[in-house]
């Protein structure tokens, strides 16, 4: 019997997907803050490079430090990106929010809101004021946003997407049952919020903004078919980055603040499109999209769709992306079978650049995938040395190597860290996976109901539960979970099988 997990952690040429967060923009009056958006306001936490008006952050909840700095109120945001970023924040924490950005505490507010410190064990996911996932909401409720354009990545809004859409949004901001849903931008709709108004729209009819709106970019926005996708898009991005820029330059004609985001570190954008960011804000920084990033978007493109050895492209003549360089070229040589010679470069991309680290970590599953075990291990060495120690990142691919070489008592002891840490769904489901192997089933089965109860439509964890009850001996309850598992995704060859042996018809009906 075996166990699947459900994780966001992707990036091996199998498994990576193309996204890329995309640029909010605003139309804005000012308060009389230091700076002035012409002009920006330099070193700002969470930024890896500025151009005057145009940021580039590897985390989205940079954006709100980046507004507030500059002073941003009543504005009209373009979301560009496949989430809404739009969760829900409670009043006390908005308040503390509120307090830091008036004392402007920039430094105390990203550390309270950027994934890096919670990934370090160092700030605790209930002392945060906000995350990537819900930085829009404070800014709806304190007047920062007037009018909200969430631009989702769908090509057309189906009733049934539209009803998707709003029953998410309507959870995320607890909105009531009398909120009023108008039409707006084609096939779109709107409400209001927070004495905001909140739209939702497609890229195509995206209307014309004034001067003087801001562009926020989460790259992601590529990487998805649809908003609150699960799946990442396979080969060629259903949008064009250059393409999509121009047309931001047509309907925005001249923001007055752009940024962009990466969303590497959750697993939203894989390091293989991480030059992708870089593009975007070369293009709102000078002007134009430059010809290395869609090179290497053609390459990467064709590699997904075509895994074959292929000579490497040409270097960059911009230092800026040699990382992105190095790390392809490591792709490459894993299609060669030089998985050393892949490390050392996945290596060096990391060096130069701390995004890329993120790509030692894929190396390292994917080292696992093939039982290069030391390598593996090496590789998620190298991500804490460059990054300063273990985090729950590296602990996460340190668990799931150690279940691969048996290591269970150090898996054991690893995803207990991490469950202990935080109950997100990714450390249950891993800890419950240790359980499961360690033969302790009853303990494993806790946590995986405790994971439906979050997740009751994952097929996977009906099917692990089902793994759970039988070896537990309890059959006819695991044939139920292998059923259910089953229904929701009548395709699971794992849960047919799981049927046929326990005495089930093996299929969904």
Known sequence: MGSTMNTRLRGSIGTASLLFPLAVLFSCSRSSAPGTPSEGI??????VRQERNVYLMENHNSSYVVW???????????HLDTHDDSRYCAPDKLAELDALAKDRQFEQIHRRSD????????????????????????????????????????????????????????????LGENTRVSPACGSGFSFPCRGARYVVTT???????????????????????????????????????????????????????????????????????????????DFFADGRYPEYPQ????????????????????????????????????????????????????????????????????????????KQFGLAHTAVDQFEKLTGGPSTQSLVVRTKICLATGALDRADKLSKRLVDWSRELLFLNLRAVTLTQLGRSREAERIYRELIAGMP?????????????????????????YTKALELEPGLTAAKNALRRTGGRGDSK
Request: contains cysteine; charged residues 20%.
């Open 68 to 78: 507030k700095a500059l002073g941003v109120t009543n504005a009209t945001v373009v």
């Open 115 to 174: 994934l890096w410190p919670t990934f370090r064990f160092e700030t605790h996911p209930t002392n945060q004021l906000f995350n990537l996932g819900s930085f829009v909401y404070p800014c709806l409720a304190d007047g920062t946003i007037a009018t909200f354009y969430w631009v989702v990545p769908d090509t057309e809004l189906t009733p049934r997407g539209r009803n998707r859409i709003y029953s998410h949004l309507a959870g995320s901001l607890r």
């Open 295 to 370: 090179t290497l978007l053609r390459l990467v493109t064709d590699l997904r769709i075509n895994p074959r050895t292929r000579p490497y492209p040409a270097a960059p003549t911009s230092e800026t992306y040699e990382p992105a360089y190095h790390h392809v070229c490591g792709l490459l040589d894993l299609l060669r079978g030089e998985s050393e010679a892949a490390g050392r470069k996945f290596f060096l991309a990391a060096g130069q650049s701390e995004a890329y680290c993120r790509g030692l970590l894929d190396a390292a599953e994917s080292f696992t995938n093939m």
């Open 42 to 47: 330099p070193d700002l936490p969470g930024i």
């Open 457 to 481: 439509g994952h097929c996977g964890n009906w099917y692990n539960l089902g793994v759970a009850l039988e070896r537990q001996g309890r059959v006819s309850e695991a044939r139920q979970a």
């Open 203 to 281: 890229l195509d009819n995206l209307p014309t903004l004034p001067d003087g709106a801001l562009v926020d970019f989460d790259i992601d926005f590529f990487a998805f078919p649809t908003a609150m996708g699960s799946k990442h898009l396979n080969g060629k991005l259903q949008h064009d980055p250059a393409d999509v820029c121009a047309l931001l330059r047509e309907r925005v004609p001249d923001p007055s603040v752009v940024t962009v985001s990466s969303s590497i570190w959750f697993g939203y954008l894989p390091a293989i499109l991480r030059f992708v960011p870089d593009g975007c804000f």
